[in-house]
């Protein structure tokens, strides 16, 4: 056999069965919240995990086998089930494989061929004017993070109601906001989130990454196709007033489906000098451009004290370049905030700001007290030479009026 050894929990060999045995082939598969189990028995010799799979049919860029036992014995066919009319035994082979589901690079590599056959452009994109450069330019921050499309906020039970329908109108229209404000200015590019629960859930079973069950809104395939629509959406409006930056950030409720999304618009925009998409498995990204250094991060990882004093350490060049404005930018919470600490020097201070959300207030938060914070979205302007100059919020009545 050439499974490995730490894998096959148990073979057997050459069992002998009496003329009772059952000597049909057949496959059975048994999917569950844990794992895949799948059972095997064949005349066919199949010495591998791999090898069942295959002939089962099981998807292997997402199931990985975690334990095989295999069994052979013998079996006597009857007169009736042999080509020679007579009697004859027969080695049947008896499989069982526990799968599970594969680690991170798997996923991703799944995600990027369903990408890559969904975004199969028969479409071209607008040209653009070449942008002059000005002097005093500026990046915008397009602050919209905690969408949890998908969420189901029922007025009656919450004070407010919040659907999937609800995410994408509140959605577009922060977009057109951001625009606006990239056409008033002098903008040099946009860096747009993606993540930060942008979706709700994290799987089929309508679930977050670490199995919490949520209220939810529809299908999960139809919560994918609306947030996949709404994104490239997004970074096609804004990609034709100034160069777009998306950058993956994985919230608590969507770590593997806004890779997804990443990933789609990676491929959507594949080889267009104007729009970027970095999905690089770094949870925390960091980006710094004349005197500002901005770290993004969901908020649920590292705490914010310790990202402050991760800054000059980890990221020592970005510090150096950067003494103007240093900035740490989460969401999480629902809820504006700002921390603010201050260093050695007075420029070598960190603000940290906790971005507010649009989302609505679903059963969970509103009986647990978090029901009061203002339903609003930002987008912060930042001078490259002088750091933060404006922060342009918006409140979900404001965009929906």
């Known amino acids: ?60 860029v997402v199931w990985e086998p975690e334990r095989v036992r295999i069994n052979s014995y013998q079996v006597t066919l009857g007169a009736k089930s042999t080509d020679s009319g007579k009697p004859e035994k027969r080695q049947m082979i008896a499989i069982s494989v526990v799968c599970k589901r594969r680690f991170r690079d798997s996923i991703v590599d799944a995600i990027d061929e369903l990408a890559k056959r969904v975004h199969k452009r028969s479409y071209k994109l607008p040209a653009i004017r070449k942008r002059k450069q000005k002097a005093d330019a500026s990046t915008l921050v397009v602050g919209l993070v905690d969408n949890h499309f998908g969420k189901l ?60 069950p949520q209220d939810f809104d529809g299908r999960f395939q139809k919560m994918l196709q609306v947030a996949e629509e709404a994104i490239v959406s997004a970074v096609s409006e804004l990609r034709a007033v100034c160069p777009v930056e998306c950058i993956h950030v994985p919230g608590n409720h969507d770590r593997t489906t806004s890779m997804l999304l990443a990933r789609c618009v990676h491929w959507a925009f594949h080889g267009d000098k104007h729009v970027t998409v970095d999905t690089s498995p770094c949870p ?18 590292p705490k914010i004290k310790h990202l402050i004093e991760m800054m000059p350490v980890k990221w020592a060049d970005e510090w150096a370049r950067s003494k103007r404005c240093r900035e740490i930018l989460t969401g999480h919470l629902h809820q504006e905030k700002r921390i603010e600490r201050i ?34 979205t930002q987008n912060l302007l930042y001078s490259h030479d002088y750091g933060m100059t404006a922060i342009y919020s918006e409140s979900a009545e404001q965009l929906l009026s």
């Open 1 to 60: 056999m050439s499974e490995p050894e730490s894998l096959v929990d148990e073979i057997v060999g050459d069992i002998p069965s009496n003329n009772t045995a059952d000597t049909s082939e057949n496959v059975l598969v048994d999917e569950s919240p844990d794992g895949l189990k799948v059972s095997i028995r064949t005349y066919k010799q199949i010495e591998t995990a791999k090898a069942a799979l295959e002939h089962a049919g099981i998807d292997q």
């Open 153 to 212: 906020c029922w007025g009656p039970e919450v004070g407010s109601n919040y659907d999937l329908k609800l995410a994408a109108e509140l959605y577009a229209r922060a977009i057109r906001s951001s625009v606006e404000h990239c056409k008033a200015g002098n903008i040099t590019k946009a860096i747009l989130p993606i993540g930060n629960d942008f979706l709700h859930v994290d799987n089929r079973m309508l679930q977050t990454e670490q199995g919490t």
């Open 284 to 301: 925390v990204k960091v980006r710094q451009f004349g005197e500002c250094m901005l770290l993004f991060a969901h908020g649920d990882g």
């Open 343 to 376: 260093g050695t020097h007075e420029e070598a201070g960190v603000k940290a700001r906790i971005l507010p959300s649009l989302s609505g207030t679903d059963w969970w938060h509103f009986t647990s007290g978090y029901s009061l914070s203002q339903k609003a």
